[in-house]
């Protein structure tokens, strides 16, 4: 099994900045994708960010210029820089990677959501 933990969720006043990581753990062989979710109250689960094996990004575009998503693949791990922030960004962040446990065998797998609150 693969278990994703993240870290660095919390409240913030806006303009400021937060770091959210997600590590994972358990049999890996190698993790494709790696991305960052939102889910607000209310509203549907968006894609915020996306980086590949290659390191190719993709950002939604209400994150464009605030948020920088990168990858630590000794360690596992994604992150996600997040500056300037709104109070529009106020949601559960979760990561989301797909994995191969074996060669040619993915699959997805989610963090537990970090509370990311910007409010003055």
């Known amino acids: 099994q693969v278990q994703l933990v993240e870290s660095g969720g919390g409240l913030v006043q806006p303009g400021e900045s937060l770091r959210l990581s997600c590590a994972a753990s358990g049999r890996i062989f190698s993790i494709n994708a790696m991305r960052w979710y939102r889910q607000a109250p209310g509203i549907e689960r968006e894609l915020v960010a996306g980086i590949t094996s290659g390191d190719s990004t993709n950002y939604a575009d209400s994150v464009k210029g605030r948020f920088t998503i990168s990858r630590d693949n000794a360690k596992n791990t994604v992150y996600l820089q997040m500056n300037s922030l709104k109070a529009g960004d106020t949601a559960v962040y979760y990561c989301?990677?797909?994995?191969?446990?074996?060669?040619?065998?993915?699959?997805?797998?989610w963090g537990q959501g970090t509370q990311v609150t910007v409010s003055s």
């Open positions: 989301n990677m797909i994995v191969e446990r074996t060669p040619g065998y993915e699959f997805q797998y």
